[in-house]
């Protein structure tokens, strides 16, 4: 898709890489006339959102459900990497950080690494670049609150030199998230556990953040899973929420839609990594699972 002068103006008019939660909108966004015989593009809805979500390929949706699992507060997808000066990242989302209140730019990273910065062809302005995922932790999980990650496929990283753009790139994402003041990770999705990835997709709860609150303060489903817990990793799990439903006075289908939830919040300890059946027991795990992952995936230092 050729990008003119209007269309850059148009799309930071209509706030392309600003906001949060349901009000972020990414600066790459998917359309009818943007397609790739590369990768899976998708637009998809997400947990605890009403926006949807622009993937640009199959590995950055399996890793942005990974991170709402792991209990992000915010996933902004295709962060665009300003090439201009503007307000740091923390400072729009009122969070305290390191690095001032002004961030230099893209053109000034990419001139002190000594690294070239392209510009849109027919124009004389340099490329919006893009980092994968710009996510904002909890307080008590990750002090920094900001983490930066670039989602590649480890198999470009092995074919590629290091004189190659693809690890060019690599670094004008960390460098403009160590300008910023938060740390940044590569990630490769192929190396997360497929299983885990699978049943991610199969439990997440599509609906907005306030109406799964909502549900989740309710007396009923309170008392579904005080129910279940005894019981879970006992018997059979369909047998275990058909009974723990009729006590709370749900239907069948109710129980097992707050089945989904539970295990999904892990109100419900159950290791995903392992498949998972409704007529088996379920298996526990997943609490240290997901523990380990956020340290592997929020625990860096800036």
């Known amino acids: 898709m050729r990008v003119t002068f209007k269309k850059l103006v148009s799309w930071i008019e209509e706030g392309r890489g600003l906001g949060a939660g349901d009000d972020y909108k990414p600066w790459e966004q998917i359309t009818r006339n943007r397609s790739s015989p590369y990768s899976n593009q998708n637009v998809i809805p997400v947990p605890h959102l009403t926006r949807l979500a622009h993937f640009l390929s199959r590995g950055e949706r399996e890793f942005g459900l990974l991170l709402w699992w792991l209990g992000a507060e915010d996933v902004r997808e295709q962060y665009p990497l300003w090439p201009w000066p503007h307000t740091q990242p923390l400072k729009l989302l009122g969070i305290h950080g390191a690095g001032g209140d002004k961030h230099p730019g893209m053109v000034e990273v990419a001139r002190e690494a000594g690294i070239k910065l392209g510009k849109y062809p027919g124009l004389n302005v340099p490329y919006v670049l893009t980092l994968d995922f710009v996510v904002t932790v909890p307080q008590e999980v990750a002090p920094h609150r900001l983490i930066g990650f670039s989602c590649k496929p480890k198999a470009l990283f092995r074919a590629a ?60 489903y309170k008392s579904y899973v005080a129910e279940m817990k005894p019981v879970a990793h006992e018997v059979r799990a369909s047998v275990a929420s058909r009974s723990a439903a009729k006590l709370v006075g749900w239907s069948e289908e109710e129980g097992l839609q707050a089945l989904q939830i539970a295990i999904w919040r892990q109100d419900l300890d159950v290791d995903l990594s392992q498949p998972l059946s409704m007529a088996r027991a379920l298996r526990s795990g997943g609490r240290s699972l997901r523990r380990r992952l956020r340290e592997c995936y929020f625990g860096v230092e800036p």
């Open 161 to 220: 030199k290091e004189t190659d753009r693809l690890w060019e790139r690599l670094q004008l994402d960390r460098l403009y998230c160590v300008a910023a003041g938060f740390p940044h990770q590569l990630v490769h999705p192929e190396q997360i556990c497929q299983t885990l990835l699978v049943q991610l997709h199969w439990l997440a709860p599509i609906m907005p953040k306030n109406q799964l609150d909502a549900y989740l303060e309710t007396n009923a």
